[in-house]
């Protein structure tokens, strides 16, 4: 009997006994012919399970007591007589083995894994191995075939699925962002031909226009050498279609402009006192700075409500020192300040005044109307309706002269859309658009020339004459810009030199022993003798120069000697009557008034968060080639990191075979998986760091003169993350797509991509903190480092274990890489949980698996908690301290 059960069985295992298909692939190799001397008493089966190896002298081992199969393998011959054996290999399936490759078995009954492209069905034990059908794909040792996702290529005997609908929505959104960018180009480019064919001539134009027209007539008669510069003319600038026109024209009658009266109008709705304007006194203030270094001794004025008031004085002298001082934003001074005749700190009514820096703190990707509307939106009251804040912009552009330049962009200074003159104006009209009650102005008139200086000057003194007070630092202004000021302040060596009406300036001088010569510019004169050099003027009167004698001069004589010299100039404000005696009011009437005025600025804060997040999504739309670089920067990073890994197809992990197969196992790979995902972790922070940093980094002035202005800090941020997400979602998506479609990994599209979405996150939201602390020039390196570091700490290597062992496994625990990678490490391990020991791979790293939900909550949460510490420090860590912070 058992000899007719082996003539069977191998009558069975011949090729030529059993029934082939084109889907069934059967290879026995044929056992040696070898003389076994089996022990006395032997049966014949097992004389033939001893000599069933290809092997010479190779002897099985047996791996089951029965008909063992596990899922994945093909087991063609063995059944519960003849159980599955492993065969000791030759040299050749050794080293093949060795290598990571899958031998020919070395037995009969010895199983072997189930071949890529095929799937060997466990409802037949493994007995049959069938190429996989179309649409489907089937990996080494499949059961059964994996089904493909819509529009994948997945032809017959596939052994991975490549995903095309990725690619497909990623060229979908692609043609629609450059559609939408050349239908945008074209209809701006029709509105600023139907705007210019419109445009009336600019307000200062009107004065050279028949002049301009008379000479045209002529200019044949004319020699080409007799016509003047143009920009020495009327300058005008011609940046991009928008023209600025900063020459001296004839002053308006500004009382009967319309644009005046309505700006007048909104003005006075906005501020609910009496008057318009704040009136300043300060007594002895004094500021002295950590190492008995005084800035500030002793300094003593008055500023009248709606007076152009000027602070003079040579470099070191303190004068941004004393506005700072007056605006609240220093601290330690000793002294006293008055508002309307109550002591008082002025930070406290930040609502109800403005300040504009020296240097240009505007948006280049927004419009000079975006600019000053936004600012009127934010700080305007909140009861305005968009009509009544449309109208007063209106207004403000009308009289600030930049209602035919209020649709072009501002740019930035190195690439300027419009002049320098019509930045400052844009400037000064961003805090006029909050309808102030004082304006501060830091030197307003550096880096313009003479005639564009005086044109923001006669500027500043109409706004002046609303009845808005404005005080300005000034350095070596012309003689016909020193005598717009009603009141000008001189200090030396922090102390003050003068105080009191321009027009006495000289006088006072000149009795102290000055002479004025008659071809020299006066202030040119008082800035010299107020610096020390005035000793050319006072020769041969004896009269002592030096800095110390004048601030003394005036300490003791020379606030006296100004009183008993009233300015002779009648002030008039223009439209509003106000009332110059405070004692007609009483205290309380005062208080209440400004602090129903103050309570009814600024919109309510989820407005403003809507209204931060509408400014920064048109400044993104308008960053074309930034973003545009930034997704395919994307799209090459994930096709690089893909390309690294398309050999393998998508065999990104071979492990040990469950037992009793474990003998059967090749050499293992458990570093593909990590490393794909290490490779992906850098790749993003490398494309996502930068920008991620120039978010807040490259705004961080215009962050600060929000926030001194009383905008919601937080509302600004939020607004600012916010805008950040669509950016975020289509970089992710282009990442992910070519990633996908080259690497050929395990992971589903929709967790991979979801994966890398929150990674995208984690890396802007440390850019952002980083851009916190990093200067502009070294911030988009930091941020690059940061990311590499946050990659590096995924886990891969140093492993857990090897962290663990150092005693910072919090380290790694708090970095979002590690959990990027545990993410892309479990999917692809989990789906062959039934073919290799895939916990002794994760307990090799020391990775957890089958907790991809977590992985993901922990990457938002992480990216969540940066963006928390990076606001926390801009609200509360990261403030100026003065405004002189703004400049560095």
Known sequence: MAAQSISTFVSAVRPSNRASTPETIVTIPKPHARN???????????????ASCNEPSASPFPLGQNDTCLSGFYCP??????????????????????????????????????????????????????????????????????????????????????????????LAIDLSILLAIGITHWINRRQKQRRNRAMPPSPTDEATWNTSQSAKAGARNQPAQTWPNRRAHMRADNYDGC?????????????????????????????????????????????????????????????????????????????????????????????????????????????IYGYVPQDDTLLPELTVRENIMHAAKIRLPAEWTRKAIDNHVNALLDCLQLSHVQHCRVGDPSHPLISG???????????????????????????????????????????????????????????????????????AQGQTVY?????????????????????????????????????????????????????EAWQTMGHHEVQQYPPAYSKEVIGIHKSEHVDEHSERELETGLQRTICKRGAAWPIQVWYCFERASVQQTRQKSCFIMELGTAACAGGFIGLSTYPSNGSLFVGLFHPPFTLLSTRIDYLSTPQLALLSAMAIGLVASAPGFWIFGEERLVYFREAASGHSRSAYYIGKVASTIVRMVLSSLHFAALLIVLATPMISF???????????????????????????????????????????????????????????????????????????????????????????????????????????????????????????????????????????
């Open 243 to 351: 023209v600025d026109e900063d020459s001296p024209a004839p002053e308006q009658d500004v009382t009967s402009s319309p644009a005046m009266q309505n700006l007048i109008h909104s003005i006075t709705t906005a501020v609910t006192t009496s008057f318009v304007g704040l009136s300043f006194s300060f007594e002895n203030l004094t500021l002295t700075l950590t190492g008995s270094k005084t800035i500030l001794q002793g300094v003593t004025g008055n500023i009248d409500r709606g007076t152009l008031f000027g602070i003079m004085g040579g470099s070191g002298a303190g004068k941004s020192t004393l506005m700072n001082v007056l605006m609240g934003q220093l601290r330690g001074t000793t002294g006293s300040i008055r508002i309307n005749g109550r002591e008082d700190d002025l930070s406290r009514y930040k609502k």
């Open 499 to 551: 105080c009191g009406p321009t027009e006495q300036v000289q006088p006072y001088f000149e009795r102290k022993g000055y002479a004025f010569p008659g071809n020299v510019n006066a202030s040119d004169t008082v800035l010299d003798i107020v610096t020390g050099d005035g000793a050319v003027y006072a020769a041969g009167t004896g009269t002592s120069t030096s800095m110390p004698a004048l601030i």
């Open 77 to 170: 011959n063995s059944n519960a007589t003849f159980p599955p054996q492993y065969c000791p290999p030759s040299s050749a399936c050794q080293i093949s083995r060795l290598s990571g490759s899958v031998c020919d078995a070395q037995g009969i009954l010895e199983p072997v894994v189930c071949k890529y492209g095929h799937f060997c069905d466990r409802k037949d034990n493994g007995r049959v191995q069938t190429i996989c059908p179309a649409g489907h794909f089937c990996p080494t040792g499949s059961f059964e075939p994996r089904p493909c996702h819509f529009w994948a290529y997945c032809p017959p005997g596939s052994m991975r699925e490549v995903q095309l609908a990725p690619i497909y929505l990623v």
């Open 421 to 491: 003159g019509q930045r400052k104006r844009v400037n000064i009209g961003i805090e006029l658009a909050s309808a102030p009650m004082a304006l501060f102005l830091d030197e307003p008139t550096s880096g313009l020339d003479s005639q564009t200086a005086a044109s923001i000057m006669r500027l500043l003194h109409r706004i002046s004459r609303i009845g808005i007070t404005t005080i300005v630092i000034v350095h070596q202004p012309r003689e016909q810009i020193f005598y717009l000021f009603d009141h000008i302040l001189l200090l």
């Open 750 to 888: 929709s967790k991979l991509y979801l994966v890398v979405l929150l990674y995208f996150w984690c890396i802007y939201g440390l850019a952002s903190l980083v851009s916190v602390f990093a200067r502009r020039e070294n911030g988009p390196l930091s941020a690059v480092l940061a990311s590499l570091a946050t990659a590096l700490f995924g886990g891969v290597a140093p492993r857990l274990r090897t962290a663990e062992e150092w005693h910072m496994l919090w380290l790694w625990r708090s970095c979002p890489g590690l959990y990027f990678t545990e993410a892309i490490f479990s999917e692809n391990l989990v789906p062959f949980d039934y073919l290799y020991d895939v916990d002794a791979a994760a307990q090799y790293f020391g990775f957890k698996l089958r907790r991809y939900g977590m992985d993901v909550g922990m990457l938002f949460l992480i990216g969540f908690l940066y963006r928390v510490a990076a606001g926390i420090l801009m609200l509360y860590f990261h403030k100026p301290r003065s405004m002189s912070i703004w400049k560095k």
């Open 36 to 50: 076994v001397e089996a022990p006395s008493g032997a049966s014949p089966i097992t004389r033939f399970l001893e």
